[in-house]
């Protein structure tokens, strides 16, 4: 190509976001996940370089659909303190029907509402096991979280997890204080 690419924007910061988890974050991945990781990365590499060249239409239906995926989870990590982030607003930010993304997550096993719903629960549940957050009131880290209202937010996190956030982040607290003695 004899072009620089940027890691800053678009597909290059996609990716590089995507190998710096990878990294930090290599207990979480099994053995089986090692050729579905192989093939988002390849696909993603394919838009990198489909993006540099300005021909993102040469990659096939298939490239530009397992591209679009990982950059709309990469959308929703991004915004996921915005309460107003629903099926409809992450289908206008990538410029594709509501239909449409929903038959993309479809595929993937899961629904665009269950994947925000989730990713808000888990960062909630890490934001309340910090000790350097207890003093943080349980309402304002939901709201950080995109809970639009703290009852709602109590009740997903006690279907979730089977304990109030309250009980949850005190039996945390608890085995915190109790690893460190």
Do not use: W
């Not at 607003?89 to 096993?109: K, N």
């Amino acid at each position: 190509m004899g072009r620089r690419l940027s890691g800053r924007h678009g597909f290059g910061a996609l990716i590089s976001q995507m190998l710096l988890h990878l990294v930090d974050q290599t207990e979480v991945y099994g053995p089986a996940d090692g050729p579905r990781l192989h093939r988002v990365l390849l696909d993603l590499m394919a838009g990198v370089l489909a993006d540099g060249l300005d021909q993102e239409s040469a990659l096939s239906p298939e490239a530009r659909s397992h591209n679009l995926v990982p950059a709309i989870r990469s959308f929703i990590g991004g915004n996921l303190h915005d309460p107003r982030l629903t099926p409809a607003a992450v289908a206008a930010a990538h410029h594709i029907s509501t239909r449409h993304l929903h038959r993309l997550f479809q595929q993937e096993g899961t629904t665009v509402a269950a994947l925000i719903r989730n990713r808000r629960l888990e960062r909630a549940r890490r934001d309340l096991a910090e000790p350097g957050l207890a003093g943080t009131p349980v309402h304002v880290i939901a709201a950080r979280c995109g809970f639009g209202s703290p009852a709602h937010f109590s009740r997903v996190f006690r279907a979730a997890h089977g304990m109030s956030p309250v009980d949850y982040r005190y039996a945390k607290l608890r085995e915190s204080d109790e690893s460190a003695n």
